[in-house]
């Protein structure tokens, strides 16, 4: 079974977003910031990472780079979401395989989910 690591400081929007995941055959952990979301990836080594940009602590692009640093993340999909354009924040992350706009329809992101590590 793929695991997949949601990463968003709004708990709601990731546990929701978690059960969907669930719903479709994967096991999905949350974490509700960056610091938490390494921690927690050492645990559970996702398949995919879905994560917010702008979170306290550790933002979605500095916790993306501090993942990636791991060799053993330095080929994990990541999925960044965001309200902001994304032209507003291309050139602070570096780090991730696509881009989903809040808010954004859950059928968009189960494809790029499918594409990147199947079912």
């Known amino acids: 079974m793929k695991t997949i690591l949601v990463v ?6 990731a546990e929701v977003l978690s059960l969907i995941l669930e719903e ?5 952990f949350c974490a509700v910031n960056g610091q938490l979301a390494l921690i927690q990836a050492r645990d559970v080594v996702p398949d995919l990472v879905i994560v917010d940009y702008m979170m306290p602590l ?4 500095e916790f993306s780079r501090a993942l990636r640093a791991d060799p053993q993340f330095a080929d994990t999909k990541i999925i ?15 780090s991730y395989d696509a881009f989903l706009r ?5 059928e968009t992101l189960l494809e790029l989910v499918q594409r990147f590590i199947g079912r």
Do not use: Q
């Open 8 to 13: 968003d400081d709004e708990l709601g929007s």
């Open 24 to 28: 479709e055959g994967y096991r999905a």
């Open 58 to 61: 550790m933002n979605g692009a």
């Open 80 to 94: 960044l979401n965001s309200g902001l354009p994304e032209v507003a924040i291309r050139d602070h992350f570096d």
């Open 102 to 106: 809040k808010p954004f329809k859950v």
